[in-house]
Nanobody, 123 residues
Framework: QEQLVESGGGLVQAGGSLRLSCAAS????????MGWFRQAPGKEREFVAR????????YYADSVKGRFAISRDNAKNTVYLQMNDLKPEDTGVYYC????????????????WGQGTQVTVSS
């Protein structure tokens, strides 16, 4: 059974940076879309970014374009989310997920989820 474990969250001041990692185990996740989502208290889980299995195509929510960068290392079964110029509205629990190669920006497109890592941005 596939397992995803996120790490790298924490408390940072506005304008700061964090790098999240998501390590996958249990099966190969090549040929699958990898995504990052986040959920703030009282809000629905929302799409942040996703990357194709080859790493050749990346997609971002408008709210993070130009500030966040998603990448993956299939040899290490790991996907990353580099977050720069963080804002208080980026606060939330960040989840990584795997889906089919055609998975889009919706949570229901994804099959496996990590437990999440908390990101808190202070103003």
């Amino acid at each position: 059974q596939e397992q995803l474990v996120e790490s790298g969250g924490g408390l940072v001041q506005a304008g700061g940076s964090l790098r999240l990692s998501c390590a996958a185990s249990g099966r190969t996740f090549s040929n699958s879309m990898m995504g990052w989502f986040r959920q703030a208290p009282g809000k629905e889980r929302e799409f942040v970014a996703r990357v194709t299995w080859s790493g050749g195509r990346t997609y971002y929510a408008d709210s993070v374009k130009g500030r966040f960068a998603i990448s993956r290392d299939n040899a290490k079964n790991t996907v990353y989310l580099q977050m720069n110029d963080l804002k208080p509205e980026d606060t939330g629990v960040y989840y990584c997920a795997t889906g089919q190669y055609y998975s889009g920006p919706y949570p229901h497109d994804y099959d496996y989820w990590g437990q999440g890592t908390q990101v808190t941005v202070s103003s």
